[in-house]
């Protein structure tokens, strides 16, 4: 069993939280825990949310189009794992955008014009080739050669206009 390691994003569609008054704030079901198709050069991906290295809560940076510059600081977010009513787990985000930056102005005015944004997860993780029927995230996985995400990190938020 061979294990790589690499940086790699995941996608997902994310919503303006109700408006109190305050800061723009956003949430979202950043990984339902099952099968990611078409994952980049990896083909199908299922990333094992027990191997997570992040704290749940831990305060991440939210970027725009994965620029690392201070120029691109739109926000910051924080992810949690969740129960999922059929008891599998998932990944959650939720955070808030900044009026501090252009990138935060920008991304405010996208969100309350109902653009439909998304984000992206920069994932530092372990990679590992599966062949036999898999428990991952309460869920079985049956595909065969689907390469199995362990040991993951996340480094970042990202909004971008469309995803991969």
Same mark, same amino acid.
């Given at each position: 069993?061979?294990?790589?390691?690499?940086?790699?994003?995941?996608?997902?569609? *994310?919503? @303006?939280?109700?408006?109190?008054?305050?800061?723009?704030?956003?949430?979202? *079901?950043? &990984?339902?825990?099952?099968?990611?198709?078409? &994952?980049?050069?990896?083909?199908?991906?299922?990333?094992?949310?027990?191997?997570?290295?992040?704290?749940?809560?831990?305060?991440?940076? *939210?970027?725009?189009?994965?620029?690392?510059?201070?120029?691109?600081?739109?926000?910051?977010?924080?992810?949690?794992?969740?129960?999922? @009513?059929?008891?599998?787990?998932?990944?959650?985000?939720?955070?808030?955008?900044?009026?501090?930056?252009?990138?935060?102005?920008?991304?405010?005015?996208?969100?309350?014009?109902?653009? @439909?944004?998304?984000?992206? *997860?920069?994932?530092?993780?372990?990679?590992?080739?599966?062949?036999?029927?898999?428990?991952?995230?309460?869920?079985?996985?049956?595909?065969?050669?689907?390469?199995?995400?362990?040991?993951?990190? &996340?480094?970042?938020?990202?909004?971008?206009?469309?995803?991969?």
């Amino acid at each position: 069993m061979e294990s790589h390691k690499r940086l790699h994003t995941l996608t997902f569609a *994310v919503r @303006p939280a109700d408006k109190d008054g305050g800061a723009l704030r956003f949430e979202g *079901v950043a &990984y339902s825990g099952g099968v990611v198709p078409a &994952y980049g050069w990896h083909g199908d991906v299922v990333i094992d949310l027990s191997g997570l290295k992040n704290a749940d809560g831990e305060e991440l940076p *939210v970027l725009v189009d994965h620029q690392a510059s201070v120029e691109a600081i739109a926000g910051k977010g924080r992810i949690f794992r969740f129960a999922q @009513p059929d008891g599998t787990t998932g990944l959650r985000i939720e955070g808030e955008v900044i009026d501090a930056t252009d990138a935060g102005r920008q991304i405010a005015a996208l969100l309350k014009a109902d653009f @439909p944004l998304q984000m992206s *997860v920069g994932m530092n993780a372990s990679f590992r080739e599966v062949a036999e029927p898999l428990v991952v995230n309460g869920r079985e996985v049956r595909a065969p050669d689907i390469p199995n995400a362990t040991h993951s990190h &996340y480094g970042s938020l990202q909004w971008v206009g469309r995803g991969f």
